[in-house]
């Protein structure tokens, strides 16, 4: 006989990250859930306001798992830090090395990554047609780096230059993009103002721009009108670095793209139920306006 497995009417998940406060993933998860007839309830746990950090992520995750939660989403600084407690991963989060998404099921955490998909999408809706990737210079290579670096290699960036202070890692990160794309399609960037002068795009996946982390990755002269420049940060939506490009006469694209269908993609792994991004979009929008 068939067994029923009657769906869910209520789902726990959550968001694990460092100065998360201002944060709008419980807004987009948890009215996405109302629209669509059921109850998701999306809570914070903010390392930082907790007095707790990366060491901590082991009995966090077990007692997160233990209160039945259908799972959480991971954040700056713990994408990569993650990894090492989990019990599988969806070979997307396996290829790029970072988790944004965990599924808690049968007794098992599973880390999957669906800031490829929503950084790629945010590019394809957001950028004017016909906006070249000849060579992008990326500023950042952790976690949220290496997602947008796959992500801008499945767009046919012909040279990616990382740029990182942490040069061991941006120099894994090249390793590894160059074993799954082709030789020298990315490179560690020596130079910056000789990297953007060749450029055509220029990717923020830092958090310098987010409410608490002040400041631009890339500097105002190095900023020219042929330029499109865009950033993964959505609060403020605004930045630094998208005010100084906006003001040089960039093409400009902020975050909200990505979060909305990074959000998309891990509200379905959480409920096993389809996302209306359009929809997230405009109740984003609407809560950003507040």
């Known amino acids: 006989m068939t067994q029923f497995h009657p769906v869910p009417s209520r789902y726990l998940t959550g968001l694990i990250g460092r100065d998360i406060q201002a944060s709008l993933s419980p807004f987009l998860h948890e009215s996405e859930a109302d629209a669509q007839g059921f ?25 997160l798992q233990l209160a039945g939660f259908a799972g959480v989403n991971v954040t700056h600084p713990y994408k990569q830090a993650v990894i090492a407690h989990l019990d599988e991963l969806s070979p997307q ?53 290496a997602a947008t670096a796959h992500a801008l290699m499945t767009m046919d960036t012909g040279t990616l230059v990382l740029f990182d202070p942490n040069t061991d890692r941006v120099r894994d990160l090249c390793v590894s993009l160059c074993s799954y794309y082709g030789e020298g399609r990315a490179i560690v960037g020596q130079d910056l103002s000789s990297g953007i002068g060749e450029a055509d795009g220029i990717v923020n996946a830092t958090p310098l721009g987010m409410v608490g982390y002040p400041g631009s990755a890339v500097p105002r002269d190095l900023l020219r009108p042929d330029l499109w420049v865009t950033d993964i940060v959505y609060f403020p939506l605004e930045t630094q670095l998208l005010r100084e490009a906006k003001a040089a006469g960039c093409v400009t694209l902020d975050g909200s ?6 959000a998309a993609g891990a509200f379905e792994h959480f409920t096993g139920r389809h996302a209306d991004p359009r929809r997230m979009a405009a109740n984003f929008r609407a809560a950003l306006a507040d």
Do not use: C, W
Not at 39 to 63: Q, S
Not at 107 to 135: C, Y
């Open 39 to 63: 109850r998701l309830v999306y809570r914070l746990f903010d390392l930082a306001a907790e007095g707790m950090d990366a060491g901590d992520l082991p009995r966090l995750l077990d007692a």
């Open 257 to 262: 793209g990505m979060t909305v269908h990074q």
């Open 93 to 145: 989060a396996a290829q790029i090395g970072s988790v944004n998404t965990i599924v808690f099921g049968d007794g098992r955490r599973i880390g999957h990554n669906t800031d490829v998909q929503g950084f790629a999408e945010n590019l394809r809706a957001g950028l004017p047609s016909g906006s070249q990737f000849r060579k992008v210079v990326q500023m950042g290579g952790g976690g949220a780096g």
